[in-house]
């Protein structure tokens, strides 16, 4: 199983960038996935998930009306836009795709993203 992040990098406060994820060696659209973020000194959190149906994605409140999440079950891919970045975005972020009450649960590598003001 391969969870591939690509995109992220630098960019100026208020400015966009776009990660994507790419998924190999499970069942794409049957598993929930997402994206969680990490900076220096802090926990893991929450970013966004998407359902496996496409349902209504969950957001942060902290990305709500700045991030999209999106996915492709026909390309295994899940995506993050992101727009209107702030320095507290900066953080490394991670891809998830897992299925909820089992231990069937993959993280991608991470992805650096830094927002500078």
């Known amino acids: 199983v391969q969870l591939v992040e690509s995109g992220g990098g630098s960019v100026q406060f208020g400015g966009s960038l776009r990660l994507s994820c790419a998924a190999s060696?499970?069942?794409?659209?049957?598993?929930?996935t997402g994206w969680f973020r990490q900076a220096p000194g802090k926990q893991r959190e929450l970013v966004a998930t998407?359902?496996?149906?496409?349902?209504?994605?969950y957001y942060a409140n902290a990305v709500k009306g700045r991030f999209t999440i999106s996915r492709d079950n026909a390309k295994s891919t899940v995506n993050l836009e992101m727009n209107s970045l702030k320095a507290e975005d900066t953080a490394v972020y991670y891809c998830?795709?897992?299925?909820?009450?089992?231990?069937?649960?993959?993280w991608g590598q991470g992805k650096q993203v830094i927002v500078s003001s």
């Open positions: 998830r795709a897992f299925l909820p009450g089992t231990n069937s649960d993959f």
């Open positions: 060696g499970i069942t794409f659209p049957i598993y929930t």
């Open positions: 998407i359902s496996r149906a496409n349902e209504i994605p």
